[in-house]
């Protein structure tokens, strides 16, 4: 039986354009809302973005949930999990909200490792494997920033930060996703890492 005491995660169902205003727009995170959509589409929105009180923004789920308005835009029909008000026809996405992080600087160290420890299990990963995720002037500049506060993620240690220092200038730097597609859509694929974006 678990403590009243201790605090709880809950689901709660948020408009769609309140979710949006919780996007961390500083977020260096690259996104393939094509694949996203698809899959979100597909399985349904079983993975609802985390809202952080010390952030005031998500640490996780920003690009599920541009996904779900690229979707509407689009004209399509709520996927799984999402519902719809039946006053206004508002969608309404499901969002975690509780068990908030003590600062602001914790929370970006901890929506870094949301994304990057999925990446330390795999059989010789490096700490490149983990930057392909991310824009890499952006995730730099963080990872700057988290380092200044002593508050660097559990996935990058200093080493790694003075490895990336080193090299990520030379790295691709993606350019960003443009809501305004329409249709079909054609893709275009980095050859290094595979990171697609709409042409």
């Not at 010789?124 to 995720?133: C, E, F, H, L, N």
């Amino acid at each position: 039986m678990v403590s009243e005491e201790r605090e709880r995660l809950r689901i709660e169902y948020v408009p769609l354009n309140k979710a949006l205003e919780w996007d961390w727009e500083e977020n260096p995170k690259a996104h393939d809302m094509g694949g996203l959509a698809e899959s979100i589409w597909k399985y349904g929105f079983l993975d609802p973005p985390k809202y952080d009180s010390a952030l005031d923004r998500f640490v996780y789920g920003n690009g599920r949930t541009q996904a779900v308005a690229w979707g509407q835009k689009q004209g399509r029909e709520p996927p799984a999990a999402v519902d719809v008000d039946r006053g206004s026809g508002e969608w309404l996405i499901p969002v975690k909200f509780g068990c908030d992080l003590r600062s602001a600087a914790v929370a970006k160290a901890f929506a870094v490792d949301h994304n990057n420890l999925t990446y330390m299990g795999a059989e010789g990963a490096t700490v490149w494997d983990m930057a392909r995720m991310w824009d890499g002037e952006g995730y730099l500049a963080l990872l700057g920033k988290l380092a200044e506060g002593d508050a660097l993620p559990v996935s990058v240690d200093g080493d790694d930060l003075d490895r990336l220092l080193a090299e990520l200038p030379e790295n691709v730097v993606f350019p960003e996703y443009d809501e305004s597609v329409e249709g079909e859509v054609e893709w275009l694929e980095c050859p290094e890492c595979g990171h697609r974006w709409p042409k």
